[in-house]
T-cell receptor, first 112, second 117 residues
């Protein structure tokens, strides 16, 4: 049973445009959500997070939106840059569980 | 500030052998997490240590075990290696959840690539 789902395996966007990556979850006990970026042969790099008491968090070009009623979160990257090309993972954590539950990732390609 | 460091970078073993993977957390972090990234399966949670104790483990057999040392570094041991254990093993660290830091991001090392022949 996959509790965190990223239904788009890949996304291609033109440089300068907005990239929107989506993530759905099933467990209503999740209270903390994170996005990570991963380049080949490197570990995931933390990008941005959001607590379940908020519906938006912004950090520079990255904004995460949380819709609790729909159990959906999204990552917006504006403007997209070629260096943003990587695999993006959505992750969630709930209650006293310290570990993260990850989606399978979305590969973002930003074309110059 | 040094990030999470893992060793070795690559490890080649044969079926039935034992493997030991090591992780040093970011200075000040006492929570250490281990994840497995097998081909096509995403990141799967293995083990969580905080303040020297195992706090939670994922759905993996008992031949996956580990420990956390007084300096908060950690070891992951995999006994009786099987072909399907071939994967990237990632270690992450964070501020202590047990000490009341609450929700904090986990920061990852670059992993150990374990190959079973």
């Amino acid at each position: 049973d996959q509790q965190v789902k990223q239904n788009s395996p890949s996304l291609s966007v033109q440089e300068g445009r907005i990239s929107i990556l989506n993530c759905d979850y099933t467990n209503s006990m999740f209270d903390y959500f994170l996005w990570y970026k991963k380049y080949p042969a490197e570990g995931p790099t933390f990008l941005i997070s959001i607590s379940s008491i908020k519906d938006k968090n912004e950090d520079g070009r990255f904004t995460v939106f949380l819709n609790k009623s729909a159990k959906h979160l999204s990552l917006h990257i504006v403007p997209s840059q070629p260096g943003d090309s990587a695999v993006y993972f959505c992750a969630a954590k709930g209650g006293s569980q310290g570990n993260l539950i990850f989606g399978k990732g979305t590969k973002l390609s930003v074309k110059p | 500030e040094a990030g999470v460091t893992q060793s070795p970078t690559h490890l080649i073993k044969t079926r039935g052998q034992q493997a030991t993977l090591r992780c040093s957390p970011i200075s000040g972090h006492t929570s250490v997490y281990w994840y497995q990234q097998a081909l096509g399966l995403g990141l799967q949670f293995l083990l969580w240590y905080d303040e020297g104790e195992e706090r939670n483990r994922g759905n993996f057999p008992p031949r996956f075990s580990g420990r956390q040392f007084p300096n908060y570094s950690s070891e992951l041991n995999v006994n009786a290696l099987e072909l399907e254990d071939s994967a990237l093993y990632l270690c992450a660290s964070s501020l202590s959840w047990v000490q009341g830091w609450g929700n904090q991001p986990q920061h990852f090392g670059d992993g150990t690539r374990l190959s079973i022949l």
